[in-house]
């Protein structure tokens, strides 16, 4: 079945460790997303890919980075710069980015700094 | 950028039909209108989109208002399995001819058995 993979879905950083989370998708779509999500909060865009080698910044991308050096993957690497990581990372992805299909998200990675 | 304003709680029983309203009224003419659910510690599920016509699916239907400014999610018949947050999202074109989803808080749906 398609559908987008994320992992791990736990992830336990140390402070001052960078940590990458992985996004792998098969749905052949073009677009994907990075949000993050806090208690008791909406979604907040981290990162988005129109299409490969391209990615533009969201509304929070300080202290984040990403790649898209394959249409199928985006990972995101939360560096040591993100002063307060521990959040629900969702990945997701649609056919493009016109809004005109709906977006597929995975189950999410739950971030913990100890 | 499009906003959206839903009610932050609304409440259900069980096998009776349910109307999840949305307001967007700074939405413009090419704005998809999303609606997404969320239960704790998962990613949201699609359930439904539209422009300008009514929509149905086997899980909902969408209504939206005439000038769009407004649309309204409903579930005809709830059950358990739809207790969840439900969010009312436009994928927004910006100014830089981009598209992001903009997610408002919600509304959390509760059904009664």
């Known amino acids: 079945d398609g559908g987008i993979t994320q992992s791990p879905k736990y992830l336990f950083r140390k402070e001052g460790q960078n940590v990458t989370l992985s996004c792998e998708q098969n749905?052949?779509?073009?677009?994907m997303y990075w949000y993050r999500q806090d208690p008791g909060q909406g979604l907040r865009l981290i990162y988005y890919?129109?299409?490969?080698?391209?990615?533009q910044k969201g509304d929070i991308a300080e202290g984040y980075s990403v790649s898209r050096e394959k249409k199928e993957s985006f990972p995101l690497t939360v560096t040591s710069a993100q002063k307060n990581p521990t959040a629900f990372y969702l990945c997701?992805?649609?056919?493009?980015?016109?809004?005109?299909?709906?977006?597929?998200f995975g189950s999410g990675t739950r971030l913990t700094v100890v | 950028d499009a906003k959206t304003t839903q009610p932050n709680s609304m409440e259900s029983n069980e096998e009776e039909p349910v109307h999840l309203p949305c307001n967007h009224s700074?939405?413009?003419?090419?704005?998809?209108i999303h609606w997404y659910r969320q239960l704790p510690s998962q990613g949201p599920e699609y359930v439904i989109h539209?422009?300008?016509?009514?929509v149905n699916n086997r899980m909902a239907s969408l209504a939206i208002a005439e000038d769009r400014k407004s649309s309204t999610l409903i579930l005809h018949r709830a059950t358990l399995r739809d207790a969840a947050v439900y969010y009312c999202?436009?994928?927004?074109?910006?100014?830089?001819?981009?598209?992001?989803?903009?997610w408002g808080l919600g509304t959390s749906l509760a059904v009664n058995p």
């Open positions: 997701a992805s649609s056919p493009d980015g016109r809004g005109a299909y709906g977006y597929t």
């Open positions: 749905l052949n779509h073009d677009a």
């Open positions: 890919s129109q299409i490969v080698n391209d990615f």
């Open positions: 700074t939405i413009s003419g090419t704005d998809y």
């Open positions: 539209g422009l300008t016509s009514n």
């Open positions: 999202i436009l994928p927004h074109l910006n100014a830089g001819n981009n598209r992001k989803l903009i």
